[in-house]
């Protein structure tokens, strides 16, 4: 079993930067992807970044178009996403989730956390 519980979450202007936080805890964390999902209001969950176990792979929704960086510290069982440049689309609650392996597709993960809210203002 893997717990995660997001943070960082607020708003943001348009434009700006946020740097959300996922701590995880469980049994092997290190041996598991980590990934970000964010979902809307009447939208479906939709992949944002993913990372690989031992940091050195990273996916990235197609959307996310640079603006998004993933990272993992192992040593303190977190992962990051470090939001540049937000729009107002990228409003949505994000999710962290983790699984045995890395993938682009939200719902191969087996573990979520809450949620953070982001709302990005214009």
């Known amino acids: 079993q893997v717990q995660l519980v997001e943070s960082g979450g607020g708003l943001v202007q348009a434009g700006g930067s946020l740097r959300l936080s996922c701590a995880a805890s469980g049994r092997a964390v290190s041996d598991y992807a980590l990934a970000w999902a964010r979902q809307a209001p009447g939208k479906e969950r939709e992949f944002v970044a993913g990372?690989?176990?031992?940091?050195?792979?990273?996916y990235y929704g197609d959307s996310m178009e640079g603006r998004f960086t993933i990272s993992r510290d192992n040593a303190k069982n977190t992962v990051y996403l470090q939001m540049n440049d937000a729009k107002p689309e990228d409003t949505a609650v994000y999710y962290c989730a983790a699984g045995p392996a890395l993938d682009i597709v939200a719902s191969q993960y087996d573990y979520w956390g809450q949620g953070t809210q982001v709302t990005v203002s214009s």
């Open positions: 990372i690989s176990w031992n940091g050195h792979v990273t």
